[in-house]
T-cell receptor
Framework: LAKTTQPISMDSYEGQEVNITCSHNNIATNDYITWYQQFPSQGPRFIIQGYKTKVTNEVASLFIPADRKSSTLSLPRVSLSDTAVYYCLVGPGTASKLTFGTGTRLQVTL | NAGVTQTPKFQVLKTGQSMTLQCAQDMNHEYMSWYRQDPGMGLRLIHYSVGAGITDQGEVPNGYNVSRSTTEDFPLRLLSAAPSQTSVYFC????????????FGPGTRLTVT
């Protein structure tokens, strides 16, 4: 799987938009980009997956530039309940082994 | 659907004891996997299975065994518990594995003294 780099932590106020960027310089042609969210004492939860350009669902948006060497997870108008660790994973859809790095710890406050 | 279930939720073992962590899913997923998560760390893959009767090693397989006799169940066995195996263990399943959406269980918090 491609190596990824994310900020260790981020802070935000409630109601703001949060953008978490993940660098993956050695992404391969058949690699996808996937983001997971993990709340304390829970297993990770799939948020969004994309290959290029922009993907949006009810939870977040994923922006992928043309060179695909980075991606940005965008959380609109965060609330306290969005406080969690966010993991960026990059690899082929058929990859058997997933590697979760240490992720980005997002702290949302009032 | 119950999704992915894990038992027990908590367990304390003495060094050298053995035990089995249970994992079951009712979504007819072919792919199942076990991860461990140490405090403040990401998840590390222990073992995974791409279907009944097929298992393979992940990143940190030593000290653990798995088997996959049915699609639904994927137990993880600790052969001889060591303090270094103190961790939270998560089981996950997905339809086809890889980066496709994985569903995680609630975890088992294991302490080895």
């Amino acid at each position: 799987l491609a190596k990824t780099t994310q900020p260790i932590s981020m802070d935000s106020y409630e109601g703001q938009e949060v953008n978490i960027t993940c660098s993956h310089n050695n992404i391969a042609t058949n690699d996808y980009i996937t983001w997971y969210q993990q709340f304390p004492s829970q297993g990770p939860r799939f948020i969004i997956q994309g290959y290029k350009t922009k993907v949006t669902n009810e939870v977040a948006s994923l922006f992928i530039p043309a060179d695909r060497k980075s991606s940005t997870l965008s959380l609109p108008r965060v609330s306290l309940s969005d406080t969690a660790v966010y993991y960026c994973l990059v690899g082929p859809g058929t990859a058997s082994k997933l590697t979760f790095g240490t992720g980005t710890r997002l702290q949302v406050t009032l | 659907n119950a999704g992915v279930t894990q038992t027990p939720k908590f367990q304390v073992l003495k060094t050298g004891q053995s035990m089995t962590l249970q994992c079951a899913q009712d979504m007819n997923h072919e792919y199942m996997s076990w991860y461990r998560q140490d405090p403040g760390m990401g998840l590390r893959l222990i073992h995974y299975s791409v279907g009944a009767g097929i298992t393979d090693q992940g990143e940190v397989p030593n000290g653990y065994n798995v088997s996959r006799s049915t699609t639904e169940d994927f137990p993880l066995r600790l052969l001889s518990a060591a303090p270094s195996q103190t961790s939270v263990y998560f089981c996950a399943s997905s339809r086809t594995g890889g980066l496709n959406e994985q569903y995680f269980g609630p975890g088992t918090r294991l302490t080895v003294t």
